[in-house]
T-cell receptor, first 115, second 114 residues
Framework: AQKITQTQPGMFVQEKEAVTLDCTYDTSDQSYGLFWYKQPSSGEMIFLIYQGSYDEQNATEGRYSLNFQKARKSANLVISASQLGDSAMYFCAMSLDNYGQNFVFGPGTRLSVLP | NAGVTQTPKFQVLKTGQSMTLQCAQDMNHEYMSWYRQDPGMGLRLIHYSVGAGITDQGEVPNGYNVSRSTTEDFPLRLLSAAPSQTSVYFC?????????????FGNGTRLTVT
């Protein structure tokens, strides 16, 4: 069965520092996508970044980058130069091409950015 | 640009009552789905639809019904509410069939069943 593991229930980071949020996944499929979403305290789900299983380069979107290590089945999110507005829940998710948009989500990591 | 619109934002039900959570999207997306979010469990898929007239069950479908009569609308029906259905519900849509398109979420409905 497909599964996403996020082992850090909570993380703290000092403002302007970088932080890595861990995500490991389990699937026997060869074709899949990995996503990160941000959920601020207001509750909405915000898409941050996507990595395809066949993409050879790590995805980047502004201050977000995805450290994709396929052999280790990990897809860690790196946030550079943390800002107070980055304080939120962060969810790692996986989609399988055979299942379209039926995503599997991890339990989330709560990130707190300290001034 | 509305995106995915969910109503209501909050709802309190008594055990045994029924209700419908509304979801509409204006992006002409084929795929729509409903997730529930519970503390420590991330989001779990309830039902999904790959197009008008086509629906299927997700991971936690019991106690919920869906229909998809139009591309735009995908309502979720609670048949007989139970306290275990207290949760935050998200409707989401996606552009295409493959899993490389992100989900676009509504703002969620917080449901409490007493």
């Amino acid at each position: 069965a497909q599964k996403i593991t996020q082992t850090q229930p909570g993380m703290f980071v000092q403002e302007k520092e970088a932080v890595t949020l861990d995500c490991t996944y389990d699937t026997s499929d060869q074709s899949y996508g990995l996503f990160w979403y941000k959920q601020p305290s207001s509750g909405e789900m915000i898409f941050l970044i996507y990595q395809g299983s066949y993409d050879e380069q790590n995805a980047t979107e502004g201050r977000y980058s995805l450290n994709f290590q396929k052999a280790r089945k990990s897809a860690n999110l790196v946030i550079s130069a943390s800002q107070l507005g980055d304080s939120a829940m962060y969810f790692c998710a996986m989609s399988l091409d055979n299942y379209g948009q039926n995503f599997v989500f991890g339990p989330g990591t709560r990130l707190s950015v300290l001034p | 640009n509305a995106g995915v619109t969910q109503t209501p934002k909050f709802q309190v039900l008594k055990t045994g009552q029924s209700m419908t959570l509304q979801c509409a999207q204006d992006m002409n997306h084929e795929y729509m789905s409903w997730y529930r979010q519970d503390p420590g469990m991330g989001l779990r898929l309830i039902h999904y639809s790959v197009g008008a007239g086509i629906t299927d069950q997700g991971e936690v479908p019991n106690g919920y019904n869906v229909s998809r009569s139009t591309t735009e609308d995908f309502p979720l029906r609670l048949l007989s509410a139970a306290p275990s259905q207290t949760s935050v519900y998200f409707c989401a849509s996606s552009q295409d069939r493959l899993g490389n398109s992100p989900l676009h979420f509504g703002n969620g409905t917080r449901l409490t069943v007493t």
